[in-house]
């Protein structure tokens, strides 16, 4: 059986110590507002309880939380049954190399072993990318399982920094997740995303410098519905990695300030416009809601499958027809997900590493 939470994201705060012009839920220094010590203590445990294995810590900026981070590491190695730990940083702390190697090797033996490290366009108008060297390669030295750089983009030509840079700057050919092997049991690279312009983002993106792409590039089945969920400081509980706004979408599963993660996943799994966008898609949805109202008007370009994602759970006429008559497409959603679910492996059960021995043993 799957587990109800595979990971489980915490965005431990909006508080940060930059304030990025595309940041989606508004993070920044003037921002107060975060889960307390016991609060992140009993999520961990909850999730540890309905089979997570990874815990992601983010934010605003989850380094703040200076020796609780560490208290929470070890928390998790040794009173859970979680098996992975990362932390979503933008660097700042790693002002010289020494200085970075040791603030991740105190991290490390408290029990994290994935380092993601925002960077791009906005990313570096407060933070040098010599820090981002500087947590890359000691990250690298200290063996982490996953060092990656999670770069925001502008379109090409629109901005001051490039993926090429960082690679420059890092010495390396840093490649992209999606570009890796799958029998990698370490992921060391650069992921290319692109800003957008959503939250605090609305008001500073032009669009004209952002990365559309048309429709059908965009990827349509979301893998990310009931696989990673985000529980946010302000008490939301979103089905899937994204954090984008602050506000009200169908993404939202409940609070978890007012309800134990295990009925709330119960319950969301039940969900018609979750399942559909895990199953059907969200070209499937997109074209159901323009025949249920023509009225409706939607772009054909996208960043990516967030963007189109947003366009739909965001807009209120959508969540009133997906509300009143998503029902409508329960069997094929219960078609797909039988389907999908049958042939997708057992987190629990399936490393990389697994697989390449396996398949050096069948070569033999």
């Known amino acids: 059986m799957r587990p109800l939470i595979p990971t489980l994201s915490m965005q431990v705060t909006y508080q940060c110590n930059i304030e990025c012009k595309h940041c989606g839920p508004y993070c920044g220094p003037r921002e107060y507002e975060w889960m307390t010590f016991d609060e992140m203590k009993d999520l961990i445990t909850q999730a540890g309880e309905l089979g997570a294995f990874n815990v992601v810590f983010t934010g605003g900026e989850p380094s703040l939380l200076k020796d609780k981070l560490i208290s929470l590491l070890r928390f998790i190695k040794t009173e859970t049954p979680i098996k992975s730990t990362r932390i979503v940083t933008n660097g700042k702390w790693a002002t ?56 925001e983009f502008l379109k090409e030509g629109c901005g001051k920094y490039t993926p090429q840079m960082f690679k420059d700057a890092i010495g390396e050919n840093l490649l992209s997740p999606d570009l890796m092997s799958p029998y990698v049991s370490e992921c060391h690279g650069l992921s290319r995303g692109a800003a957008m312009n959503y939250g605090r983002g609305k008001d500073f993106l032009k669009v004209e410098e952002l990365f559309y792409q048309d429709e059908e590039k965009i990827p349509s089945l979301c893998g990310d519905v009931f696989t ?26 409940g609070n978890w300030r007012e309800q134990r993660l295990k009925p709330m996943l119960e319950e969301a799994n039940q969900d018609v416009t979750l399942n559909w966008i895990r199953y059907l898609g969200l070209r499937d949805m997109k074209k159901w809601l323009q025949e249920k ?47 999908m679910d049958a042939t997708v492996y057992q987190p629990g059960e399936f490393s990389y590493v697994q697989a390449a021995n396996q398949a050096k043993t069948t070569e033999g």
Not at 228 to 253: D, F, W
Not at 316 to 338: F, M, S, W
Request: with cysteine; charged share 20%; glycine share 6%.
């Open 96 to 151: 010289t190399y020494d200085r970075a190697y040791g603030i991740l090797k105190e991290w490390q033996e408290a029990g994290l072993d994935e380092l993601n490290v925002s960077c791009g366009e906005y990313h570096q108008e407060f933070v040098p990318m010599s820090n981002i060297v500087n947590a890359f390669k000691a990250g690298r030295a200290l063996n982490y399982q996953t060092v990656l750089l999670a770069g």
């Open 228 to 253: 990673a969920i985000t529980v946010h400081p302000n008490g939301n509980t979103t089905a899937c990695c994204g954090i984008m706004v602050r506000e009200e979408s169908l993404l939202n599963i």
């Open 293 to 339: 109202d023509p009225s409706l008007k939607f772009r054909d370009k996208y960043i990516n499958i967030c963007d189109l994602c947003a366009e739909l759970v965001y807009n209120p006429r959508c969540q009133e027809l997906l509300n009143k008559y998503g029902h409508e497409r329960t069997a094929d959603i219960i078609a797909n997900k039988v389907a």
